[in-house]
């Protein structure tokens, strides 16, 4: 199966950036539909970005649309989520994941992912 590790967290000022990296095992990582999640403390899990197989396509929710840029590099097998404009709020563990399929059959289940990376734990301070 698919391992995923990501690197990347820690923490930073509100009004700062940050970059998180996902680095699949998987040769073949561009047949993937790939996906940040995050879980605050007491709060659900979200669907923050995910990028179709190529690369032409993203999901962003609401709550960072225009902060965070989702990409990636298929030939390094690595995933990325730039992070500017934090705030507080956006304080997580941010989990990495993947999702066999296509793009379309992602956005009928946007949720519903194959494999989880262990997150990483982002901290804004105020």
């Known amino acids: 199966q698919v391992q995923l590790a990501e690197s990347g967290g820690g923490l930073v000022q509100a009004g700062g950036s940050l970059r998180l990296s996902c680095a699949a095992s998987e040769r073949t990582v561009s047949t993937y539909v790939m996906g940040w999640f995050r879980q605050a403390p007491g709060s659900e899990r979200e669907n923050v970005a995910a990028i179709s197989r190529s690369g032409a396509s993203t999901y962003y929710s609401d709550s960072v649309k225009g902060r965070f840029t989702i990409s990636r590099d298929n030939a390094k097998n690595t995933v990325y989520l730039q992070m500017n404009s934090l705030k507080p709020e956006d304080t997580a563990v941010y989990t990495c994941?993947?999702?066999?399929?296509?793009?379309?059959?992602?956005?009928?289940?946007?949720?519903?992912?194959?494999?989880w990376g262990k997150g990483t734990l982002v901290t804004v301070s105020s």
């Open positions: 994941a993947a999702r066999v399929g296509t793009w379309s059959t992602w956005r009928a289940r946007k949720d519903d992912m194959d494999y």
